[in-house]
């Protein structure tokens, strides 16, 4: 019981609140088609009244023998009637194509608020979340908002609005034959929320299922040459066939109480239209005193009518019946949609900018509004009011630094290390050692429990998270690869840079001549991350990449580990050219790509146990000279 209220709060509060964005993308539009709405259902409960006078004209004529002057008042009220359902049928058309408006438009603007807020997440959220499911937003739960606006709802509105119109034409041509129905539609109302709610529940589980189901078919997809080299297809069959059994047997009760309620519902309406028939008969046979709004004694003329309304009143209830599962599946989606537009975007309280400058003779600093080649840290002190700027040279300082991503479990344990401006800074050690994570504090992808990381001696958490990360240029040893050209992908990290330094940056990653040997060199489109393209052609394009952005500091992370010996050679000629004059950070598990770098940092389990030139580690025969030596393995 308190779940189900939990739920029902819920729902309420999630309704209000789409129809809240509604509004407010629509603030014109929406009244004006819940006007049009309101008319429609009015005019469409009144035939009733027109079927009463008509039949009370008729009755009156019978009884006195004189049909001479029925033929009139007939012809007016057929007249008015037809009159009024040509004015429905204007406000019909009317909001039935802006609905479709509002409900494309609204449709449009949710998912561009995700993806923007998508945008906004840090990396954390895409690091615990299944990407699947991720996508399923965009997809599945925004296609139950297209029912749940353009038709759900339009259609609860306007059943309501009938419903209450009807009732209220029944109590005031008949009390009694009024509370007749009343008592129908308190058992209608009972089986709607047993057999209803019994139905959202699984609905709004089935959405839930839905998209744990796309997670795992979106990652059976991206290993599926894993899957085939170890043989895994029967085992991946197996959970697979879990994970669609639980979505099935959710569905299976969802809909087997989903497909139950209408007929419940129709034949409860039967019996209430056999009742109030009885009723009505019984009354006029006991010649009855009829209690009523309208003074009119119980006759044919209220009784006809009276079944017709009863038989409208039903009809309208069993439609709102009929949208309860698009309305619960829509609001189960709605509530995963806000939910995502809910997350806490990444933090950022940065205030030091990244700014072009230009440099006086006596090397004082200001700042550009034009591409100098020169940046510098605009550094606001909020003391006393001042600007001073500092130049970008790539000096980054870690002080006693403590990390964990869960602050319970620390991965990383007094971190001290500097990298002077132009150094090359190299990370070994075993798999979880903790190398890749400290090129991600440098990035603040995640930030640290303790300690401090210094960038040309300003504390990193000072400077805007753009601008930082606008500073570094990262290679990954996973590479990705976006549709569109070659040198589109190039450009990707640097969208202001021509096509001249585009094929620059290729040249110096040594990826040019196999880019001038594809069918259409740079203008060769890339599909589904490069698949036409070698692995080792891929991260000679990200390299490229990372070179078009020309950054002061770089991270390679396992930057060649997908290349070829032969590939290797050339790609870490280019590589030590754009290691020039850089500050580097390389992490490598074949330490021959290490040998030359300044200073060699070794890891283990999170603490940095040596630290030195090649040549000195080799003296000291530690860990590195096992390593490297082949008497320990890094894995």
Not at 406 to 428: E, N, T
């Amino acid at each position: 019981m308190k779940n189900n209220k939990k739920m029902t709060a819920s729902g309420k509060k999630t309704l209000l609140r789409l129809l809240g964005t509604i509004c407010e993308f629509y603030p014109a539009l929406l009244p004006a088609v819940v006007i049009c709405i309101l008319f429609n259902a009015v005019i469409n409960s009144l035939p009733a009244i027109f079927n009463q006078k008509v039949i009370a004209v008729v009755e009156q004529s019978w009884q006195s023998g004189d049909w001479s002057s029925a033929g009139g008042p007939i012809i007016r009220y057929t007249a008015a009637l037809a009159t009024l359902y040509g004015l429905s049928l204007a406000a019909s058309v009317f909001f039935n194509r802006k609905m479709a408006v509002i409900t494309q438009g609204t449709l449009k603007r949710l998912r561009v608020k995700m993806f923007n807020r998508m945008q906004d997440l840090p990396v954390k959220y895409f690091d615990t979340h299944n990407h699947g499911d991720i996508m399923s937003y965009y997809t599945n739960d925004i296609d139950t908002l297209r029912q749940l606006i353009s038709q759900s709802i339009p259609q609860f509105l306007m059943s309501a609005v009938m419903v209450s119109t009807v009732f209220g034409i029944m109590l005031y041509y008949s009390v009694w034959m009024a509370l007749v129905v009343a008592a129908g539609v308190a058992v209608m109302l009972r089986v709607i929320k047993h057999v209803g709610g019994s139905s959202a529940r699984y609905f709004i589980s089935q959405q839930k299922a839905i998209g744990k189901t796309e997670g795992f078919v979106e990652e059976m997809m991206n290993g599926q040459r894993v899957i085939k080299v170890f043989c895994h297809e029967e085992e991946s069959e197996k959970a697979f066939d879990a994970v669609n059994e639980e979505l099935f047997e959710v569905s299976r009760q969802a809909h087997r109480y989903a497909n139950t309620l209408a007929p419940i519902l129709n034949n409860v309406g039967n019996l209430l239209y056999v009742a109030v028939a009885l009723a009505g008969s019984i009354l006029l046979i006991v010649k009855a005193p009829n209690l009523s709004f309208s003074g009119l004694p119980l006759s044919i003329s209220i009784v006809v009518p009276f079944l017709n309304m009863t038989r409208q009143f039903a009809g309208n209830i069993n439609q709102v019946s009929q949208q309860i599962n698009a309305v619960v599946m829509g609001l189960a989606g709605a509530e995963r949609i806000f939910g995502l537009l809910d997350e806490t975007p990444e933090e950022d309280e940065g205030y030091v900018t990244l700014v072009n400058a230009v440099q006086d003779e006596n090397g004082n600093l200001t700042e550009s509004d034009k591409r100098t080649g020169i940046w510098a840290w605009r550094h606001p002190h909020r003391a006393d009011g001042t600007v001073t700027y500092t130049k970008l040279t790539g000096d980054v300082r870690f002080e006693h630094v403590d990390f964990g991503y869960d602050r319970d479990k620390i991965v990383l344990h007094d971190i001290s290390l500097y990298a002077k401006p132009g150094q090359k800074v190299a990370f070994v050690g075993a798999t979880g050692a903790g190398k890749t994570t400290i090129t991600n504090l440098i990035n603040r992808f995640y930030d640290i429990s303790d300690g401090t990381i210094r960038y040309d001696g300003i504390n990193i958490r000072k400077i805007k998270k753009a601008d930082l990360r606008r500073s570094l240029g990262i290679v990954l040893q996973d590479t990705n690869l976006f549709t569109g050209t070659v040198m589109e992908n190039i450009r990707y990290s640097n969208p202001d840079a021509s096509d001249e330094e585009c094929i620059g940056a290729a040249r110096l990653a040594g990826a040019h001549d196999f880019i001038t040997r594809l069918p259409e060199g740079y203008q060769t489109q890339i599909h589904g991350n490069g698949e036409n393209l070698s692995q080792g052609q891929r991260q000679l394009i990200s390299i490229a990449r990372a070179a078009a952005a020309d950054p002061p500091v770089m991270i390679l992370d396992e930057a060649t580990s997908s290349i070829d010996t032969r590939t290797e050679a050339i790609v870490q000629r280019g590589m030590d050219a754009l290691m020039q004059g850089r500050t580097v950070f390389v992490i490598a598990h074949r330490l021959s790509t290490v040998r030359n770098s300044d200073v060699i940092m070794v890891l283990e389990q999170g603490h940095i146990i040596e630290r030195g030139s090649h040549d000195r580690l080799i003296g000291e025969k530690g860990k590195y000279y096992q390593l490297y030596t082949g008497a320990f393995e890094l894995e």
